[in-house]
């Protein structure tokens, strides 16, 4: 496995996808930032971090069997991968709130962004960017609701020893999806999926509030919602919010 290590870079995952576009990359190849400048989220939001405090790191890996269709398990793998280290690490209530923001104790820990290149009807590789909030313990005025490693626990973490964990974790997951275990993954995603049958309060994209229960994922990826007349509603990424 190659692990590059730069002192800055805008995104990582932006770096990772134009190396790849001038020189094949070996599996699992691994581009670290101390600090990146305009890390990205998902649909464009943005991820703040502290320089030297945090992990911020993107993971290169290629399929050779990974139909568009099953797009799903792969975000249950790798959000998966983080939780499991997370908990190893004794945080309290870590959930993975949908798709794969990591929370802890409601707050939220660690961001996550793939980025995916298709052939035909399958995925041919996947781009990984994983922002984890680590040693920081003031955050920006606007980041109301975000927590660190640190912060949680009063440790102080080795950046280099953490990352190599969750790659540990990573390639062990990926090699479930490699297997087609897919209905693990799934039971295991639902099990730890915040709010899963809690009855919550919900806002849609029409600033439109109402009650539902998380009740799973569709095979599109889609949140799946349980709503009062007993009707399954489905959202996609920035379609419906908690209130």
């Given at each position: 496995?190659?692990?590059?290590?730069l002192?800055?870079t805008?995104?990582t995952?932006?770096?990772?996808?134009?190396?790849?576009?001038?020189?094949?990359?070996?599996?699992?190849t691994t581009?670290?930032?101390i600090?990146q400048?305009k890390?990205r989220?998902q649909q464009?939001s943005?991820?703040?971090s502290?320089?030297?405090?945090n992990l911020?790191f993107?993971i290169?890996?290629?399929f050779n069997d990974?139909?568009i269709?099953?797009?799903?398990?792969?975000?249950?793998?790798i959000?998966l991968?983080?939780y499991?280290v997370l908990l190893a690490?004794?945080l309290s209530k870590?959930?993975?709130k949908?798709?794969n923001?990591?929370?802890s104790a409601n707050?939220k820990?660690?961001?996550?962004?793939?980025?995916?290149?298709?052939?035909?009807?399958?995925i041919k590789n996947?781009?990984?960017g994983?922002?984890?909030n680590?040693?920081?313990e003031?955050?920006?005025?606007?980041?109301t609701?975000?927590?660190?490693l640190?912060l949680e626990?009063a440790?102080?973490y080795?950046?280099d020893?953490?990352?190599?964990?969750?790659?540990?974790a990573?390639q062990?997951?990926i090699k479930l999806?490699?297997?087609?275990?897919?209905?693990v993954l799934?039971?295991?995603?639902?099990s730890?999926?915040?709010?899963?049958n809690i009855p919550?309060?919900?806002?849609?994209?029409?600033?439109?509030i109402f009650m539902?229960?998380?009740?799973?994922?569709?095979?599109f990826g889609?949140?799946?919602?349980?709503l009062?007349?007993d009707v399954?509603?489905?959202?996609g990424i920035?379609?419906?919010?908690?209130?």
């Amino acid at each position: 496995m190659k692990i590059i290590k730069l002192s800055a870079t805008d995104s990582t995952n932006s770096f990772l996808k134009d190396l790849s576009r001038n020189s094949p990359l070996e599996n699992y190849t691994t581009v670290v930032a101390i600090n990146q400048t305009k890390g990205r989220g998902q649909q464009q939001s943005k991820w703040v971090s502290e320089p030297y405090k945090n992990l911020t790191f993107s993971i290169f890996t290629s399929f050779n069997d990974l139909k568009i269709i099953h797009k799903k398990y792969l975000n249950f793998a790798i959000s998966l991968s983080i939780y499991d280290v997370l908990l190893a690490n004794t945080l309290s209530k870590i959930a993975i709130k949908w798709p794969n923001d990591i929370l802890s104790a409601n707050h939220k820990i660690c961001g996550i962004l793939i980025e995916n290149t298709f052939f035909g009807d399958k995925i041919k590789n996947s781009f990984i960017g994983i922002g984890l909030n680590v040693n920081q313990e003031i955050f920006p005025e606007h980041l109301t609701n975000a927590t660190s490693l640190k912060l949680e626990t009063a440790i102080e973490y080795n950046l280099d020893t953490l990352l190599d964990t969750i790659l540990v974790a990573l390639q062990k997951n990926i090699k479930l999806l490699d297997a087609k275990e897919f209905n693990v993954l799934e039971e295991r995603y639902l099990s730890v999926l915040y709010k899963r049958n809690i009855p919550t309060m919900f806002k849609n994209s029409k600033d439109e509030i109402f009650m539902g229960m998380i009740s799973g994922v569709s095979d599109f990826g889609k949140l799946q919602v349980l709503l009062d007349d007993d009707v399954i509603k489905e959202f996609g990424i920035k379609e419906i919010s908690f209130l």
